[in-house]
T-cell receptor
């Protein structure tokens, strides 16, 4: 069935370093890949997304890359700050047909000051 | 511009009871999806409503049902509650193509 694998489950980095979170999806019909940040006790917040016709997208310190052939996509956070500490979820969805998102299991990012 | 709002924020129910959760989508959004998020897990898709109809359903039993009203707000109903139904229930609204879904703050349901 449809599945999104996300690694690592936990990630600790020093403030100022980069963090990379990787996801793999199984449904070849997926063409939309959002990333959400969820702080403790709060709602998931959309931080960046990418569509399958684009290989890379950047927004300030955050970038996402997509390899459709390998069904991999990754979140890159540069110059990490303590406020980046949260759980990050990747998701895969389609913009036609089902419209549902399949979420990864989450990565708990801890930025050490 | 109000975002996605859910009510109630917290709820405690007894096994076997029924519960109704409510969601008002973000202004301009007409599609509502419901997700269940167990502690330490990613959100799991329950179903999605568009034009007052269930458009897609995840792997959840028929005890989970929903409704969408003409003003695009939505309800999630769960019958015959089980302890395992304890979770954060998230509502997400979006435009019809589903991109950029915005989540509500969730309803924390505890079944005892």
């Amino acid at each position: 069935g449809e599945n999104v694998e996300q690694h690592p489950s936990t990630l600790s980095v020093q403030e100022g370093d980069s963090a990379v979170i990787k996801c793999t999806y199984s449904d070849s019909a997926s063409n939309y890949f959002p990333w959400y940040k969820q702080e403790l006790g709060k709602r998931p917040q959309l931080i960046i997304d990418i569509r399958s016709n684009v290989g890379e997208k950047k927004d300030q310190r955050i970038a996402v890359t997509l390899n459709k052939t390998a069904k991999h996509f990754s979140l890159h956070i540069t110059e990490t700050q303590p406020e980046d500490s949260a759980v990050y979820f990747c998701a895969a969805g389609t913009t036609s047909g089902t419209y549902k998102y399949i979420f990864g299991t989450g990565t708990r990012l801890k930025v050490l000051a | 511009d109000a975002g996605v709002t859910q009510s109630p924020t917290h709820l405690i129910k007894t096994r076997g009871q029924q519960v109704t959760l409510r969601c008002s989508p973000k202004s301009g959004h007409d599609t509502v999806s419901w997700y269940q998020q167990a502690l330490g897990q990613g959100p799991q898709f329950i179903f999605q409503y568009y034009e007052e109809e269930e458009r897609q359903r995840g792997n959840f039993p028929d005890r989970f049902s929903g409704h969408q009203f003409p003003n695009y707000s939505s309800e999630l109903n769960v019958n015959a509650l089980l302890l395992g139904d304890s979770a954060l229930y998230l509502c997400a609204s979006s435009l019809p193509l589903g991109q950029g879904a915005f989540f509500g703050q969730g309803t924390r349901l505890t079944v005892v």
